[in-house]
């Protein structure tokens, strides 16, 4: 296909009128569809309804070691848990995991509160400096933003590349200011990119040797078993051995959940760190709570029974998951490809492809899609402060949408690229034309 | 029964020597119980296992409106969980509720954590304040005031009585001073006396003018319908409506759980306010968690359907409980009734029964009590700070015992009451006789 960089403006007049023409078409369609976030779909929640029949009325509600998880106890978690947990997110041992409640969102938010009020190790509490900064590795995840921005935590993007955030940038960054006190995190199958970090990368940041004493990064393992493909699948370092490893035990909290293995919102989600870090949460979880829902973690241990339970789980997810990524990757190729006016990701893995726009095209991109129905991830949501300063990046979330909805819908979005690239390429070709006058 | 009080020193000391033989052989028995928390009892949690059949593999986890409850959505509750805990609570509009996850501790600990960092309606966070107070009626919940002490709030007491706390000095001390932010309540079978508040206690609440603006009372209603009696139930009026009336709508924040309904940290929780209390709450809400574990809030509303449904249920409970709460009744009645030494309450209700040794002695029965393998609450635990000025208070938990247990426990107790009674009275006749001298 012809680039449309290389068009003529009556080439391009003339395609902007059939695009034109096609748009109002869909529009007619009445479509009403929503891509905007990664959730899973009915088939996907469907497939996996057995899970609920392992714990019944006439099911043993106790642990190995004889706890009933139908009272009070266990405040950090079941040790069985612990161990199934411990093993889906690729640390070393169950002692290094704390299991939660089912959401690793709450977790992620508790820890930046704990820091803020209490401070970590007997350093000062966040809300008793001047400023606080983080590090945002972006296109990120925009409830990470959310929760930094909430606590008023000033955010500083870092560019992220297929091998992870820029480390030049977090090094020199972190050992410079004393201020920054962390930084967000989705290692493997990163969103929206699908990008897992190098090893280069897992051992830069256990490396890190950042200014500030009370630095964590917050390492969100969302996507640590949530493989697309049998044959290609995408690992990583344990952080929390190569931090020892470093000599920086302490400088990692670990998050993940199987919000996205079970049931979104009733799975459950565990933090896995140092026994020094574990050993200050599990002082303010005492005030906090008496347990998280152990019957719930249970369910999950005699379900999946390890990780061989988890990862043929998972394929089951994939088999459904996989057509739909390579049905937008499909149509993306072939309705973009060598148009020179968009890029995009091929993930291995995760909920998310990152779509890159021309310059100053997605916001009008996804207003355009949401015109004639069809619902995207906001533009600049990938971005601190929801501002994407070149306005070119769109989160797209396949999974949800049935496959006939998401073929309506990959084929009203590459329409709307192609509108939004044609006017942006006039107007800048108008633009200098007139600057050759 | 003769009291103690007019016991000559000759016939302490022979009683002395009696209970001390006869503890002796207590300590023999090799006793190994915990009447320390409000856990309900192994026959309490066997009895309510159908609860784990209305969501099976076959089931339909579509709620009225036709949300799947196995995806995100619904942050702030399934509308039928709502409308059951708005009925649990006697709140008159599901409207004003927020269902949250497994536990009325951890809504509280948001709670406060949310008026710290963030502040109430614009005003000040607390964490910005030199100096931010709390008023907590005591004996109360040890757990309250782990929060409060946990966030650096300051602790005023304020005294019981049988119709809630004092309320002249709340309502002085709230007017007097904009420090005080907010007041810890159980306001039925309270936690440990199984008080419950009078209509007029109530309405005093509703009606206070507190200095403070951002004033709120934390409005635990625990044991809502956990009576332990058919036909001796008390009741409080709606707090939220009685604020409303009084021109007060925003002052309160009213919590409560099934955590002793279904299953200890099994539980669903929730919230009831006014709409701009709620609304803020939400708006934290928001960044903090996608959503709680809806599965479980459809799992309550099945089961239970309704109110009438939570009722008929709770008075299964009440079958065991009842006799263990009398057993131990008797028991005080029989052994410390008429002796001088002691007084408990009588509760209708909840977990607990309140003991009120002689002053100085608290510690000491404790003590006595574990050293003979039988373990309490900790002497002091229901003042805050952990320090009970007369040291006279002791939290009883007959729930999670067997009625074996309990017996024996109950012997031990009355037990070391008398025998550190006889000592203190000694002792203070002891020095009375020397300044006689």
């Known amino acids: 296909m012809k680039s449309y960089k290389k068009m ?56 190995e070691a004889g706890l009933d998880t139908r009272n009070y106890g266990a405040m950090d978690g079941i040790p069985e848990a612990k161990e199934l947990m411990a093993q889906m997110m690729g640390v070393a041992s169950a ?31 966040w809300c008793k400096l001047d400023k606080v900064k983080f590090l945002c590795p972006a296109p990120g995840y925009d409830r990470h933003f959310a929760i930094t921005q909430h606590f ?43 990008y897992t970090y190098s090893d280069g990368t897992v051992r830069r940041f256990a490396a890190l040797k950042p200014a500030a004493k009370d630095f964590r990064i917050f390492w969100d393992n969302a996507y640590a078993i949530h493989h697309l493909y049998e044959d290609e699948q995408e690992e990583i370092l344990d952080i929390i051995s190569e931090c020892e490893k470093a000599g920086n035990p302490d400088i990692v909290y670990e998050i993940s959940s199987t919000s996205k293995v079970t049931f979104a919102g009733g799975g459950i989600s565990a933090i896995a760190a140092s026994k020094a870090n574990l050993d200050e ?108 300063p070149n306005d070119s990046n769109i989160r797209l979330a396949p999974t949800f949408p049935t496959s006939e909805e998401l073929a309506a ?6 329409l709307c690229v192609k509108l939004v690239s044609v006017e942006a390429l006039l107007e800048s070709s108008g633009q200098m034309e007139k600057r050759a006058c």
């Open 8 to 63: 003529s403006r009556e080439e391009l007049h003339r395609l902007q009128e059939q695009l034109n023409k096609a748009y109002v078409e869909a529009k007619g369609k009445g479509l009403k569809l929503d891509m905007s976030r990664g959730k899973p779909s009915a088939a996907q929640l469907d497939m996996e309804m057995d899970f609920m029949d392992v714990l019944i009325s006439s099911s043993d509600y106790k642990t």
């Open 95 to 125: 002692e290094q995991v704390i299991v939660c409640g089912n959401a690793s969102l709450s977790i992620m938010y508790d820890m930046v509160s704990r820091c803020m009020i209490h401070g970590i190790f007997g350093n000062t509490p």
């Open 152 to 194: 008023g935590i000033e955010m500083i993007t870092v560019p992220m590349t297929a091998e992870g955030p820029d480390m030049d940038m977090v090094e020199k960054l972190t050992a410079e200011d004393e201020s920054i006190k962390g930084i967000w995190c989705v290692p493997k199958y990163s969103n929206p990119q699908g």
């Open 281 to 388: 949460i599990r002082k303010s979880m005492t005030v906090q709570t008496i347990g998280f829902d152990k019957i719930n973690q249970l369910r999950h241990v005699r379900y999946f029974k390890n990780l061989d339970g988890l990862k043929a789980h998972m394929m089951k997810h994939a088999q459904i998951m996989r057509p739909k990524f390579e049905a937008v990757l499909k149509v993306l190729n072939e309705e973009l490809g060598g148009l020179g006016i968009a890029e995009w990701t091929n993930p291995k893995g995760g909920y998310f492809i990152s779509f890159e726009a021309m310059d100053g095209c997605a916001k009008k991109i996804v207003a355009k899609c949401r015109e004639a129905g069809v619902v995207l991830t906001g533009a600049g949501a990938t971005y601190p402060y929801g501002e994407d």
């Open 409 to 414: 819908a990959t084929d009203l979005f590459v």
